[in-house]
C-alpha cells in the first residue's frame, strides 16, 4: 500500500492491490490528476496527459502556448486565471479581490493518517493501515498555505481527501468556498446517481446521464437533509449491481453540502463535494488554521453491489465508533405510536411487561416525558422528569425495566427550545436568530445556537445530569426542524455566515464529550427519521432512524436507497401498528416484521394489545431474528431485485466465509394465474454446497447464482419470505 514519488516525472502514485491513484505536478506548480481506478502495475507517464492550444483557453505559462489550466485535468482548481471551470475553492483577499494563485510548495508522504481535529473522520486503528500524502501549495502573495491530504488504505478500495489552509502572512482573508475535494475525469460517458427524497420517503435512488453543464445536488438546510444524502456516484453505461466501473463520493459532515458535477465541451467531468458555499464565509486571520470536512473516494469496478460493499465496511468498522460498533443490536419496543404524548407511567409498564413476554430486550421512552410536554408546543430545553406522568421520575421506571431484565432507553432533542419553556424566558438570544427579523418556527420549535460554546456547555451538563439519573442504555437523539433566520448574537457581524459551520463543530463536540462520557449508552441518531443519516453522524452514533414512514412497502424502497451507501447495522427499523400512520395501508404483520429485520430489528406499536395470535406471530419472528441477526449486521450485502423497478424486492446477507446466508423476498401485488419464478442469488461460493431452511436437497452456489431458487406460488399482497442457506 505504498506511495511513491517519482521525482523526475514529478508524479505521486497512490495504491494498493486494487486500485491506482495518479497525481502529476506539472511544470513544478500545478496538480493534474491522472487516473483513478483499477490498479496499474506499469505505465508510460508521458502518455497520459495531452496538451493542445483551444481557442478562448488563456495561456498561463508564458512560452507555453498548448498549456492552459482551462483544459487542465486538476486536482485542486482555483477560478480567476484561466480556469473557467467550476472552481474548488475560492478566497476574499483584503483588497476585494478573488484571484489566488496556489503552486506546488512541498509534499510530505506520512504512514498512517493524521486526525481531523474536532471534525468526524475515517480512523484507523493501526498505523499499517493507510498511507496519507499531503501536498502543500502556497500563495506567496497571501502568506497562505493549502494542505491537500489524501489517505490510502491497505485493505479498502477508498481514498479520503481533505484540505486544510494555514494563514502565515499578515492581512485578511476570506474564504468563500472550500470543497473537501475535486477530481477530473478524462471523459464524461457516464450516468450518475443520487439519493433524493422528503420526510417520509428518504433515500429514493435517482440515476440520469450526464449533460453538458452543470448538475449538483444540495443541501442549505443546517443538516444533511431528507431531500438529498450527501453521497454522488458516477456509473459506466454498462454498469448494474454486479458489473461496471463505479465512483462513489460521500461527506463525512452533517450540515450544509454540495456535490457539483460538471461537464465541459471537450467531454471531460469535474466532480466535487463539499461545503454548500451558499451563505458561506469563514474569517482566516493570520495564525488561523481552517479544515474541510473529510470526503470518501470508492472505486468498484464491480458495480453497485461492489461499492456498496466497500462502503458499509467502512463506515460499520473505521467510522463507527464505540463497544457497540462490533455488536448485534438490541430488539427494542418504543412507546411513540402507542402513546405518541398521552402516557402515564402505568401504561408504559404495560408496555414494557408486554415486550418482556414476547423476548424484546429494550424499552424506550419517546418524546412527552419532560417539563410539561403535553404536545409539541412546549418544554424543549425543560429537561426535568414530567412529575404528573412519571412520579417515580425516571430513575422509578428505568429500575422497573431493568428488573425485567430489559434495558431501558430515552428519547431526547437536545438541539431545540420552546419558546414556551424556562429556558426560553430564560435565554431568548440563546437560538439562532437575526435581530429584529421573525423567529420561523417549524413543528412550534426553535433552534439552539451551537456556534455558541455556552449553549454546548449547557446541553453537555444537563444531558450528563440525564443520563446519570437513571439506569439508561440507550439514547434517541433527535432534530426536527431545519435552520431559518441563521444568525448567532456571539458572532460579530463580518462572521455571521460562519454560524452553520459553527454550529455543527458545536454540535460535533457535544457529541464526542457525551459519547465518550456515556460509553455504554447505544446512541441512535434521529432527524424527523432520516433527515440527518450521514457519515458525520455516525462517527459519534453508530445507527440512524432510517425514516419515521413504518409502512413496509415504502420502508423497502427507503432502506434498499439506504443500503447503496449505509449498511443494515446502521439503521434502524420498527414494526408498526395497521392502518399505518402514515399512509394508512394495512399490511400483514410477518410482512412488517420481514421488512424491520433486514436492519435494526424493533418494535413502535400498541404491543400489549396485540391479539394472541399475533403475540405468538411476534414470539416467532424475535426467535427467527435471533438467528439471523449476526448476518445480517456483519454479512456483505447482495441486491438481488430492486422495489424501484416493480413489485417484488430482493437481497440478501451472505457471511464473509461464504457459508452462511439469508435471502429476503418481498412481494407487494400479486397476479392472477401467475408464472413460475426462480430467483437467481449472488455472492456465494460457487463450488460449495447448501441446504436451503435445513431441507434435504443441496445446491451448489453455482447453481443457485445462476439458476436460482424456485419461488413459491403466492396468491396474496404484501406477501414475504425468508430463507436461510447453511453449507451442507
Not at 406499536?605 to 456483519?634: A, G, M, P, R
Request: hydrophobic share 35%.
Amino acid at each position: 500500500m505504498p506511495i511513491t514519488w517519482n521525482e523526475k516525472e514529478g508524479i505521486f502514485h497512490l495504491y494498493n492491490n486494487k486500485i491506482s491513484y495518479l497525481i502529476q505536478i506539472v511544470h513544478g506548480k500545478y496538480p493534474a490528476h491522472l487516473y483513478w481506478g483499477k490498479r496499474v502495475l506499469v505505465m508510460q507517464p508521458s502518455s497520459i496527459l495531452q496538451f493542445k492550444g483551444r481557442a478562448f483557453s488563456p495561456t498561463t505559462e508564458p512560452g507555453k502556448p498548448a498549456f492552459s489550466l482551462d483544459t487542465l485535468p486538476q486536482e485542486y482548481p482555483a477560478s480567476g486565471n484561466g480556469d473557467f471551470r467550476t472552481p474548488a475553492y475560492q478566497f476574499r483577499t483584503a483588497v476585494g479581490s478573488t484571484v489566488t494563485e496556489f503552486v506546488y510548495d512541498s509534499h510530505e508522504i506520512i504512514q498512517g493518517k493524521p486526525r481531523l481535529m474536532g471534525l468526524p473522520q475515517v480512523y484507523i486503528e493501526d498505523e499499517s493501515e493507510a498511507e496519507t500524502l499531503i501536498i502543500t501549495l502556497v500563495d506567496s502573495m497571501l502568506g497562505v498555505g493549502m494542505n491537500l491530504h489524501y489517505t490510502i488504505y491497505r485493505d479498502l478500495d477508498v481514498i479520503t481527501r481533505s484540505v486544510s489552509f494555514e494563514h502565515h502572512g499578515t492581512q485578511k482573508v476570506e474564504i468563500l468556498k472550500c470543497m473537501s475535494m475535486s477530481v477530473d475525469f478524462h471523459q464524461s460517458n457516464w450516468d450518475w446517481l443520487h439519493l433524493y427524497g422528503t420526510w417520509g420517503r428518504e433515500r429514493h435512488i435517482e440515476r440520469k446521464s450526464l449533460t453538458h453543464g452543470i448538475q449538483s445536488i444540495s443541501s442549505s438546510r443546517g443538516a444533511s437533509s431528507h431531500q438529498h444524502n450527501p453521497f454522488v456516484a458516477l456509473l459506466s453505461k454498462n454498469a448494474d449491481e454486479e458489473q461496471g466501473e463505479v465512483y462513489g463520493f460521500s461527506l463525512v459532515y452533517s450540515g450544509n453540502f454540495q456535490a457539483s458535477i460538471e461537464v465541459d465541451l471537450f467531454q471531460t467531468t469535474r466532480l466535487s463535494i463539499g461545503i454548500n458555499p451558499f451563505n458561506f464565509q469563514w474569517r482566516l486571520n493570520p495564525g488561523d488554521v481552517f479544515l474541510t470536512p473529510e470526503a470518501i473516494m470508492v472505486f468498484s469496478s464491480e458495480g453497485l453491489g461492489g461499492m456498496s460493499r466497500t462502503y458499509h465496511k467502512l463506515l460499520r468498522t473505521r467510522v463507527c465508533r464505540g463497544v457497540y460498533r462490533d455488536k448485534t443490536r438490541p430488539i427494542l419496543i418504543n412507546n411513540w405510536e402507542a402513546t405518541y404524548f398521552q402516557f402515564n407511567e402505568k401504561k408504559l409498564k404495560e408496555i414494557a411487561d408486554a415486550g418482556k413476554e414476547l423476548g424484546i430486550e429494550l424499552f424506550v421512552l419517546d418524546d412527552g416525558w419532560f417539563g410539561h410536554r403535553d404536545n409539541d408546543k412546549t418544554s424543549l430545553g425543560d429537561w426535568k422528569v414530567y412529575q404528573k406522568k412519571l412520579p417515580n421520575g425516571l430513575a422509578g421506571l428505568a429500575n422497573y425495566v431493568t428488573k425485567k431484565g430489559m434495558k431501558f432507553g430515552l428519547w431526547v432533542e437536545p438541539e431545540m427550545v420552546s419558546p414556551d419553556s424556562d429556558l426560553y424566558r430564560k435565554h431568548p438570544d440563546w437560538c439562532l436568530h437575526v435581530p429584529g427579523r421573525n423567529r420561523t418556527l417549524s413543528r412550534n420549535q426553535l433552534i439552539l445556537d451551537l456556534s455558541r460554546a455556552d449553549v454546548c456547555d449547557y446541553i453537555i451538563e444537563t444531558l450528563t445530569s440525564i443520563f446519570t439519573s437513571a439506569l439508561i442504555s440507550y439514547v434517541k437523539w433527535d432534530m426536527n426542524r431545519n435552520m431559518t433566520e441563521v444568525g448567532s448574537s456571539g458572532l460579530p457581524p463580518e462572521r455571521q455566515q460562519e454560524t452553520a459551520h459553527r454550529y455543527m463543530l458545536g454540535l460535533y463536540r457535544i457529541l464526542e464529550t457525551l459519547t465518550t462520557r456515556f460509553p455504554h449508552i447505544l446512541f441512535e441518531s434521529c432527524s424527523g427519521g432520516g433527515g440527518r443519516f450521514d457519515p458525520g453522524m455516525l462517527y459519534y452514533m453508530p445507527q440512524t432512524w432510517t425514516s419515521d414512514d413504518t409502512d413496509a412497502v415504502e420502508r423497502l424502497k427507503i432502506q434498499y436507497g439506504t443500503s447503496i451507501v449505509y449498511p443494515a447495522i446502521t439503521m434502524g427499523a420498527h414494526v408498526s401498528d395497521v392502518p399505518n400512520h402514515q399512509v394508512g395501508r394495512v399490511t400483514p404483520l410477518t410482512m412488517r416484521c420481514h421488512v424491520a429485520m433486514a436492519a435494526n430489528f424493533g418494535f413502535e406499536l400498541n404491543i400489549d394489545k396485540l391479539s394472541s395470535h399475533d403475540k405468538q406471530v411476534v414470539t416467532e419472528q424475535i426467535k427467527l431474528y435471533h438467528q439471523i441477526k449476526d448476518l445480517v449486521c456483519f454479512g456483505d450485502l447482495f441486491r438481488l431485485l430492486s422495489p424501484f423497478e416493480g413489485t417484488v424486492t430482493a437481497w440478501m446477507y451472505v457471511a464473509p466465509n461464504k457459508e452462511k446466508a439469508v435471502v429476503f423476498y418481498y412481494k407487494t401485488l400479486a397476479e392472477p394465474n401467475p408464472p413460475f419464478m426462480r430467483l437467481k442469488l449472488s455472492g456465494l461460493h460457487p463450488l460449495l454446497k447448501y441446504r436451503i431452511d435445513e431441507g434435504l436437497n443441496e445446491y451448489y452456489g453455482d447453481e443457485l447464482m445462476k439458476i436460482g431458487i424456485r419461488l413459491p406460488l403466492i396468491k396474496q399482497d404484501y406477501a414475504s419470505f425468508i430463507f436461510q442457506l447453511k453449507v451442507s
